[in-house]
């Protein structure tokens, strides 16, 4: 049995449904969920902490099943974007709130408060009341009190989306060192799949309250399952056939480009190419690598994206999109009408059905 099961789970809120939600976790995990707006995320979480009942299904927490007991006695944690913090209490009151009740002794709570806030790197801001910290600075506070009372699962719902991108970097590092050091198991709901990357050994797709793929994070984002989980990871998707095998590569022609492989499939096979953006190297001519794949196009849109630029291409008949640094796109002259080539390794083009 898993640290956490969530079997079967299914929740109408009239309107919205959570439709046989099907989760696993071990101890000491790191999941992320994404998923649109308005797929179910939120009501996930809220379902798993107890704030809402399920219709069907069960919840098992180190081999407990928790469906029917109140929030409180989950031993669950739950950080949203907002922190909500007490705006009267200092840092440290607000830190030590949730484990008074457990804890008489002043310096034993003293030392777990300087503890958590050390490694929060909130140390030095314990005297102070919330109205004076920053954005980022209120998000540790908040992950301070959530984790001082060691829970057993830790849920956050986008703890870090009203943050900069530079501190939500720096944030990432100290969560990560948190949780390590608390053994943690966390539940993530995000948007920003930097978080994925940084943070997670699972990731779970929702959509319209289904689950539609879950799984290390390089098999998720590099094999999605075609349409929709490619689609809203921004994966190149080229839809095709097998044209030939040529020693260990499969040839797969598809929308007007021909593509080489280093999966495996069966000629004549129907199948789609998944290519990541950042997998994709542009060159203004041909260029000698080793990389199988160089496809020749123009370019149609170069559009910013935080601190990485987006290149949309007509390749064959199809669009594909690239991701470079600002640098190099101001070095290759990226701009619409700009011709290019594209070059990516075989193994970079996995085949998905
Ligand atoms: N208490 C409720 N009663 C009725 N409908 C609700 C309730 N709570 C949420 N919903 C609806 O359920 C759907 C899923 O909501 P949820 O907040 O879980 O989405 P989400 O995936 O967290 O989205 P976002 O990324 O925007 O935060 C939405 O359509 C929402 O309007
Ligand atoms: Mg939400």
């Not at 956050?156 to 939500?168: I, M, Q, Y």
């Not at 539609?212 to 998720?220: L, N, T």
């Amino acid at each position: 049995m898993s640290f956490l099961e969530v079997r079967d789970l299914c929740l109408d809120v009239g309107g919205f449904e959570l439709d046989r939600i099907e989760l696993k976790a071990e101890k000491g995990d790191y999941l992320t969920l994404i998923g649109p707006t308005g797929s179910g995320k939120s009501l996930l979480l809220e379902t798993i902490i107890g704030f809402y009942g399920p219709e069907k299904g069960r919840i098992i927490l180190e081999g407990k099943d928790i469906t029917d007991l109140p929030p409180n006695m989950r031993q669950i944690s739950l950080v949203y974007q907002d922190h909500m913090l007490f705006p009267h209490m200092n840092v440290f009151e607000n830190i030590a709130y949730a484990i008074r009740k457990k804890l008489r002794d002043k310096k034993q709570i003293e030392a777990e408060v300087k503890q958590i806030a050390g490694v929060l790197g909130i140390g030095e801001l314990l005297y102070r009341k919330p109205a004076t910290l920053s954005g980022g600075e209120k998000q540790r506070a908040a992950i301070a009190r959530s984790l001082i009372v060691r829970p057993k699962l830790l849920l956050l719902d986008e703890p870090f989306s009203a943050l900069d991108v530079r501190t939500k970097e720096k944030l990432r590092k100290m969560l990560k060192k948190a949780i390590s050091e608390y053994s943690t198991t966390v539940l993530h709901v995000t948007h920003d799949f930097e978080d994925v990357w940084a943070l997670a050994n699972r990731v779970v797709v929702l959509r319209k309250g289904k689950v539609m793929q879950s799984g290390d994070p390089e098999s998720v984002f590099r094999q999605p399952s075609p349409d929709f989980v490619a689609e809203f990871l921004g994966t190149n998707v080229l839809k095709g056939k097998v044209k030939a095998l040529e020693g260990k590569l499969t040839v797969i022609e598809a929308e007007g480009l021909e593509i080489y492989s280093s999966d495996p499939a069966e000629p004549g096979e129907k199948v789609a190419v998944s290519i990541r953006p950042e997998e994709i190297i542009l060159a203004r001519g041909v260029m000698e690598s080793s990389a199988r794949n160089t496809l020749k196009g123009k370019v149609s849109g170069v559009f910013k994206k935080e601190h990485l630029v987006v290149v949309e291409m007509e390749m064959g008949h199809a669009e594909i999109k690239a991701v470079v640094t600002p640098t190099s796109c101001e070095m290759l002259g990226l701009e619409p009408g700009r011709e290019m080539h594209a070059v990516f390794k075989a193994s970079n083009a996995r085949i998905i059905r």
